[in-house]
């Protein structure tokens, strides 16, 4: 018989899993070495938040589970925020974390707390590995984490499962469960109500990103010429200079979209996952057109469902893109001065050095296949609006659990999955914060990583909502008057910059280094208040 840390080894091997990541314990040491002679890498991190994160962007990147690790009690807890994430953006994830002995689970512990508990509303599925359920129990977690929407599940390791004996067996892995394939009545039916509508509307979510149908979605809106809203984490999808780009809802200057949005008489919502943005925060009382994975989360009472497809979303896509055209009465000229309106507005004419100008530099230097990482705060409205993806894929953020720290950690996965590419990530100094211990994970990596932090001394985002209760700031400023940026973080080195000049210099410098560099641009924040939405009460 094999021991049980070879044969989760080649278990992961065999699910296409490359890397776990976490922070190792004495139970996890035999899995370590397991790897150490296999096909799978254990790769150290700094806190284990971020070997969620990582796991979490991998799984995203490469349509497999990422993987990570925790010990009991601190490091399970520390990395239930990771897992959190992959189980709110829908990523395939396998969070392994250390369990007590089952004489042991129910008594008083140093470190032990209940594990399963503490997972069952973060991931689509908690369990115990042992060695009588070794294999199924593992196919299962695979194509529970796969199958839509995709997620995280939870694996406990009893501490002494690395070294039991493992029966031997050969159990293939099941293929993920697919929705089924749209009803024929139902396309007819969408297609009567958009043949009817004077100004349907589509809005396209997240979900649509895990298709890859990306060039029949892009066929249904040429051919329909109706008006594109996306939320945040479907960014991409379309170019905005498209002529039927309405913007972003939720992000800076949504106000300007919804000046098109609130003009729909019809709304076909494309994977629209309202984890990122409930419909009633910005949809008119118009009927709704539903097709994705899941049925519509909305109030019904409220809001009339005219016609719902929960269905294979690929598929669906493909049959709407061989619809015919059908006219309609937007005023798509209208349309353009809005989003020329939107963006001009995103990039203020003023002689403070601010974040719209590390963005446009960033967008002139960067090759187009390069991936910009986003972390959280109010640097997040406005990348999430102005940034211009050249491909679906290439803008990595997160929305629906949406946790300051995710940027760095996203990066270096990102790199980790697409080692020729480059990769950005551009956080505010709150986040950077977080993660600063990364830096060093970046440097033992060898990850050639540009990290932009924008730095304004404050969680600005936070400022500005003190400031607009009428609040005086308070708890809120990250440093004292005798800040100065470092010359380096744990072997990464900076290079600071005050002024859009000196950061165009120091960015082109850092995309040509092999190794990875920390761009410190302090901006001005005040065009952030501008931007962001005040709230409705």
């Not at 796991?55 to 925790?70: H, M, N, S």
């Not at 067996?169 to 396309?187: C, I, M, T, V």
């Not at 187009?368 to 609006?385: N, S």
Request: net charge negative.
């Amino acid at each position: 018989m094999a021991k049980g840390a070879a044969v989760l080894t080649e278990l992961l091997a065999e699910a296409g899993v490359r890397q776990v990541f976490g922070i190792p314990s004495g139970p996890w040491c035999p899995f370590m070495e397991a790897m150490r002679t296999g096909e799978v890498e254990f790769v150290l991190v700094s806190n284990e938040a971020a070997a969620g994160f990582m796991a979490d962007v991998c799984g995203r990147i490469t349509g497999r589970p990422g993987a990570c690790y925790g010990t009991t009690g601190p490091g399970a807890t520390n990395l239930s925020t990771g897992v959190g994430s992959a189980y709110l953006d829908r990523s395939p994830q396998l969070a392994f974390t250390s369990e007590a002995r089952d004489a042991m689970r129910q008594r008083t512990m140093q470190m032990w707390i209940d594990h399963q508990a503490l997972f069952k509303p973060l991931t689509k599925w908690t369990t115990t590995l042992r060695p009588d359920n070794f294999r199924d129990t593992f196919a299962r977690a695979v194509q529970v984490a796969l199958s839509e929407v995709p997620g995280p599940v939870h694996l406990g390791l009893p501490e002494d499962l690395g070294y039991d004996d493992v029966p031997p067996g050969s159990l293939p892995l099941p293929e993920s469960l697919r929705p089924p394939l749209p009803a024929p009545h139902q396309l007819a039916q969408v297609q009567r109500l958009l043949q009817h509508a004077r100004k349907p509307l589509l809005a396209v979510g997240l979900s649509v990103m895990r298709t890859g149908a990306w060039e029949p979605l892009r066929r249904f809106i040429d051919t329909q010429q109706l008006p594109v809203i996306f939320t945040p984490m479907a960014k991409g999808l379309l170019d905005e200079a498209h002529p039927c780009y309405a913007g972003v809802l939720f992000h800076g200057l949504s106000d300007i979209v919804a000046q098109t949005n609130q003009q729909a008489d019809l709304v076909i919502a494309l994977g629209y996952d309202p984890v990122e943005f409930n419909y009633e925060d910005w949809m008119p009382k118009s009927p709704l057109v539903s097709i994705d994975t899941l049925p519509a989360d909305i109030d019904r009472s409220t809001y009339a469902v005219a016609s719902e497809l929960v269905c294979d979303l690929r598929a669906a896509i493909e049959q709407l893109a061989a619809f015919p055209r059908f006219g309609n009465a937007w005023d798509l000229p209208a349309l353009a001065r809005r989003r020329a309106q939107m963006f001009a507005a995103l990039m203020p004419d003023t002689s403070l050095f601010s974040p719209h100008h590390v963005l446009a530099i960033m967008r002139e230097l960067m090759p187009r296949d390069a991936i910009l990482t986003c972390d959280v705060g109010a640097h997040t409205h406005l990348i999430g609006q102005l940034w211009r993806p050249y491909a679906p894929g290439n803008f990595i953020m997160t929305n629906g659990w949406s946790s300051m720290g995710f940027g760095i950690p996203a990066a270096l996965a990102a790199k980790l999955c697409w080692p020729h590419r480059a990769v950005a990530c551009v956080t505010g100094d709150g986040g950077f914060l977080m993660m600063v211990g990364e830096m060093a994970t970046a440097a033992r990596l060898g990850l050639p990583v540009v990290f932009v932090v924008l730095t304004d001394r404050n969680l600005q985002l936070i400022k500005i909502k003190q400031e607009r209760r009428g609040y005086p700031q308070y708890g809120t400023a990250l440093y004292t008057d005798a800040y100065r940026p470092a010359p380096q973080y744990f072997g990464v080195p900076v290079i600071a910059a005050n002024d859009a000049h000196a950061f165009h210099e120091a960015f082109a410098t850092a995309l040509t280094m092999s190794e990875p560099v920390i761009v410190e641009a302090v901006v001005d924040p005040n065009e952030y208040d501008a931007m962001i939405l005040k709230p409705h009460k």
